[in-house]
């Protein structure tokens, strides 16, 4: 191990002990202000959000070991303060020529669909009659039968949303990993 | 945790990119402390999208979610899929007779509604107030029909192209027709020839998907017992490729889907 490897692992050693004395604790800390400041980067329309938050990241690693013994408050706004000049610096570069999101075409937007066929068709009954009725698709209504179906099924609206979105994360899964397949296929 | 309506508008106006700095921070401090916000966030996220995709957005707010809001291909990934979901819980809507979405009906109003107001209003006013009132509602009345009547004819110039069905699809090595809308064509007119197993079907239906991933229904123009026709604005195809989805309904209920490639030149 070389000097330099030693001092990053000093350093990333302090943060983690800075984030939480316990060490599991601390690296589920971790990954919880990453997940978060690529999401801030990500809202704030930059396209290279997980190269931004690593960067933040690695300057406050470099720094934790002095900023931890005089810093006071959550280190998660300490994460923050890095992370708005790190997006200053960004803004400020010349323009990187990201490349456009890949042009979808109408085939692969019929294999996506075959997919969410299938896709549905794995949810239980239950499930699948749940999405069918929180997705309708005219807002009006929308609200109305949302609120209704929160009655029916004994639960507050915000559960209903929740529960919602699980299934949809379950399907935007299992969609994707059947478009995979068929790629690889 | 469940945000009132001013946070809930305040997030919409965040992930818009819309809030100003200081509002922005608040919104940002908070993403990184509560550790429940990141999935309200999340859930946010997906209804705005949804909205986008309904057509629920205004057009300034529109304009900013293609602007600001799709910045990662994850974000286009989400809204591929969110237009996806969309178009099966529509169609299944459909299929089975749209008895859902009737069965929901806002409770009427408690109070009295605008027609008693009105009338508690008209009754309260003299005799020649109420006829001059009478004639500038017909005056605008007449108006506003004169202004609003029908002014686009019917497209006049057609390019005609007869499609075959397709096996597959592009990747699989099907091939498109190809076709070019000269500059005075009004309209394209796509005859579907029917496979066999569809040509027995009570109804049909046919999708335009276009390569932007926009799916419109279109209207049967015509239909024999071997083909479907369609008619498409030359003013909504650009160059490029498309596919048209005929889903033929049996009488008995049974659906056949076939897909048919062009390519517009």
């Given at each position: 191990?070389?000097?330099?490897?030693?001092?990053?692992?000093?350093?990333?050693?302090?943060?983690?002990?800075?984030?939480?004395?316990?060490?599991?604790?601390?690296?589920?800390?971790?990954?919880?202000?990453?997940?978060?400041?690529?999401?801030i980067?990500?809202c704030r329309?930059?396209?290279?959000?997980?190269?931004?938050?690593?960067?933040?990241?690695?300057?406050?690693?470099?720094?934790?070991?002095?900023?931890?013994?005089?810093?006071?408050?959550?280190?998660?706004?300490?994460?923050?303060?890095?992370?708005?000049?790190?997006?200053?610096?960004?803004?400020?570069?010349?323009?990187?020529?990201?490349?456009?999101?890949?042009?979808?075409?109408?085939?692969?937007?019929?294999?996506?669909?075959?997919?969410?066929?299938?896709?549905?068709?794995?949810?239980?009954?239950?499930?699948?009659?749940?999405?069918?009725?929180?997705?309708?698709?005219?807002?009006?209504?929308?609200?109305?039968?949302?609120?209704?179906?929160?009655?029916?099924?004994?639960?507050?609206?915000?559960?209903?949303?929740?529960?919602?979105?699980?299934?949809?994360?379950?399907?935007?899964?299992?969609?994707?990993?059947?478009?995979?397949?068929?790629?690889?296929? | 945790?469940?945000?009132?309506?001013?946070?809930?508008?305040e997030?919409?106006l965040y992930?818009?990119g819309n809030l100003t700095q200081e509002a922005q921070q608040r919104v940002e401090q908070?993403?990184?402390?509560?550790?429940?916000?990141?999935?309200?966030?999340?859930?946010?996220?997906?209804?705005?999208?949804?909205?986008?995709?309904?057509?629920?957005?205004?057009?300034?707010?529109?304009?900013?979610?293609?602007?600001?809001?799709?910045?990662?291909?994850?974000?286009?990934?989400?809204?591929?899929?969110?237009?996806?979901?969309?178009?099966?819980?529509?169609?299944?809507?459909?299929?089975?007779?749209?008895?859902?979405?009737?069965?929901?009906?806002?409770?009427?109003?408690?109070?009295?509604?605008?027609?008693?107001?009105?009338?508690?209003?008209?009754?309260?006013?003299?005799?020649?107030?109420?006829?001059?009132?009478?004639?500038?509602?017909?005056?605008?009345?007449?108006?506003?029909?004169?202004?609003?009547?029908?002014?686009?004819?019917?497209?006049?110039?057609?390019?005609?192209?007869?499609?075959?069905?397709?096996?597959?699809?592009?990747?699989?090595?099907?091939?498109?027709?190809?076709?070019?809308?000269?500059?005075?064509?009004?309209?394209?007119?796509?005859?579907?020839?029917?496979?066999?197993?569809?040509?027995?079907?009570?109804?049909?239906?046919?999708?335009?998907?276009?390569?932007?991933?926009?799916?419109?229904?279109?209207?049967?123009?015509?239909?024999?017992?071997?083909?479907?026709?369609?008619?498409?604005?030359?003013?909504?195809?650009?160059?490029?490729?498309?596919?048209?989805?005929?889903?033929?309904?049996?009488?008995?209920?049974?659906?056949?889907?076939?897909?048919?490639?062009?390519?517009?030149?």
């Open positions: 191990m070389n000097q330099e490897n030693a001092l990053t692992q000093a350093a990333f050693d302090s943060l983690l002990a800075w984030l939480d004395a316990d060490r599991e604790q601390a690296g589920r800390k971790y990954e919880n202000i990453r997940l978060r400041l690529i999401k980067f990500t329309g930059r396209p290279d959000a997980e190269e931004l938050a690593d960067e933040t990241i690695n300057r406050v690693t470099l720094k934790a070991p002095t900023v931890s013994k005089e810093y006071v408050g959550d280190p998660a706004l300490y994460f923050y303060g890095v992370a708005q000049k790190v997006f200053l610096e960004s803004v400020r570069k010349p323009a990187r020529a990201d490349a456009p999101p890949p042009a979808v075409d109408s085939d692969e937007r019929e294999r996506e669909y075959e997919c969410l066929e299938r896709c549905m068709e794995r949810l239980s009954q239950g499930n699948r009659e749940l999405v069918l009725e929180y997705y309708q698709n005219e807002k009006r209504a929308r609200i109305n039968h949302r609120k209704e179906l929160a009655e029916r099924l004994g639960i507050a609206q915000n559960a209903l949303r929740i529960r919602a979105h699980r299934i949809r994360a379950t399907l935007q899964r299992c969609v994707r990993a059947c478009l995979e397949q068929g790629l690889a296929a | 945790m469940t945000l009132n309506a001013e946070e809930r508008n997030l919409r992930l818009l908070c993403l990184l402390t509560d550790p429940d916000f990141l999935a309200e966030l999340i859930l946010d996220e997906e209804e705005l999208i949804d909205d986008y995709v309904s057509e629920d957005l205004s057009d300034e707010d529109r304009l900013k979610f293609e602007r600001h809001f799709l910045s990662t291909p994850e974000r286009h990934r989400q809204l591929r899929f969110a237009r996806a979901l969309s178009r099966y819980t529509s169609y299944s809507t459909e299929k089975a007779g749209g008895k859902e979405a009737r069965a929901y009906t806002p409770a009427p109003p408690a109070g009295p509604n605008w027609a008693e107001r009105f009338r508690a209003f008209w009754n309260g006013q003299t005799w020649a107030l109420r006829a001059a009132s009478a004639l500038v509602l017909v005056a605008v009345i007449a108006g506003a029909l004169w202004l609003s009547r029908p002014r686009t004819s019917p497209p006049k110039t057609f390019v005609t192209l007869t499609l075959t069905a397709v096996a597959g699809n592009r990747a699989e090595g099907a091939q498109a027709s190809k076709v070019s809308l000269p500059p005075n064509a009004d309209a394209l007119r796509i005859s579907l020839l029917l496979p066999d197993a569809a040509t027995k079907a009570a109804s049909y239906r046919v999708e335009l998907v276009s390569g932007s991933g926009e799916i419109k229904p279109l209207e049967v123009a015509g239909q024999d017992a071997r083909s479907v026709s369609v008619v498409i604005p030359a003013a909504r195809l650009a160059r490029g490729s498309y596919a048209l989805r005929l889903s033929a309904t049996g009488a008995d209920g049974t659906e056949r889907r076939v897909g048919y490639l062009f390519t517009v030149e």
